[in-house]
Nanobody
Framework: QVQLVESGGGLVQPGGSLRLSCAAS????????MSWYRQAPGKERELVAG????????NYADSVKGRFTISRDNAKNTVYLQMNSLKPEDTAVYYC????????????WGQGTQVTVSS
């Protein structure tokens, strides 16, 4: 069955760094675009960063540009999110997403990992 398992979340002080990982199984990882989303309490889920299936195309929310980096290792079926210069407003549950639109739409979510930025 399809699984997306996030790890690497935790409590970090402002200005600190974390690296999230999302291990995928049960589908052909290299054919899917991968993304990280986040949802803070009382807010809608928002796109943080995305990466194409070959890793050559990336996109970021304006709020994280220059601080976060998304990457993937298709040999390990894993996508990463390196988060630097963390701010309290980055506090949220971070979700991994896999999506493919051809030949038919497929969309999968992980269970989420909590990131808390606080002193």
């Amino acid at each position: 069955q399809v699984q997306l398992v996030e790890s690497g979340g935790g409590l970090v002080q402002p200005g600190g760094s974390l690296r999230l990982s999302c291990a995928a199984s049960g589908f052909t990882f290299s054919t899917y675009a991968m993304s990280w989303y986040r949802q803070a309490p009382g807010k809608e889920r928002e796109l943080v960063a995305g990466i194409g299936s070959f890793g050559s195309n990336t996109n970021y929310a304006d709020s994280v540009k220059g601080r976060f980096t998304i990457s993937r290792d298709n040999a390990k079926n894993t996508v990463y999110l390196q988060m630097n210069s963390l701010k309290p407003e980055d506090t949220a549950v971070y979700y991994c997403n896999a999506q493919r639109t051809v030949p038919i739409l497929r969309n999968y979510w992980g269970q989420g990992t909590q990131v808390t930025v606080s002193s």
